[in-house]
């Protein structure tokens, strides 16, 4: 091949790697898809509280919310995070007045009202206990992400262990999502990251 028709088969293949790599960096286009940063937990909601009073998401606008799905009759796990939640806030001061701690049943069946105004006794006088129908509670557990079953080897319908999810969420005063804590979260660090939170707020 001619040396000039070599350069001039370079040169193309160079302005055709250039062009890709803008297109590469463009996102390929106009079509790209869009994400909005913002993580898709919470939402409307409808459920009757230890009292047996309805409620939505609307009554608990205007303060930070800290969620845990559980279930009273738990051996372990939620007692521990219901413990840890009270005691967080108790080491807030009166910071925590600006946090509604919440305890969500995913066990309608044996949660009733009253089972829950007795066992939310046990965690001080801030936290709501939430319960509702079957179909209101898969819904709340849909809107936050939330999975729960029947645990296997149940020998009765009315003595079981349910698995669940063990996440306290921190929702804020508009309804939105604000950022999750793991199982192992201490109170000490836990009142730590509420307080950073209640800091950077307005």
Known sequence: ?????????AALVLLLAAGLGVYALTGGGTHRPQGSGTALVGGPFT??????????????LGKYMLVFFGYTYC???????????????????????????????IDPARDTPEVLKAYVANFGP??????????????????????????????????????HSSIIYLMGP????VKHMP?????????AELQETLRTSP
């Open 1 to 9: 091949m001619p040396r000039r028709s070599i350069l001039l088969f």
């Open 47 to 60: 459920l009757v509280n230890q009292d047996g009073r309805p409620v939505t998401e609307k009554d608990f």
């Open 75 to 105: 051996p372990d796990v939620c007692p521990t995070e219901l413990q840890v939640m009270t005691a967080a806030l108790d080491q807030m001061g009166p910071e925590a007045d600006r946090i509604q701690p919440v305890f969500v049943s």
């Open 126 to 163: 801030r936290l709501v206990g939430l319960t509702g129908t079957d179909a209101q509670i898969a819904g709340i557990a849909k809107a936050y992400r939330v999975y729960y079953a029947k645990a296997g080897g149940s020998t009765s319908s009315s003595d079981y262990l349910m698995d």
């Open 174 to 177: 508009d309804g939105s999502f």
């Open 183 to 191: 199982y192992t979260t201490d109170p000490t660090k836990l009142a």
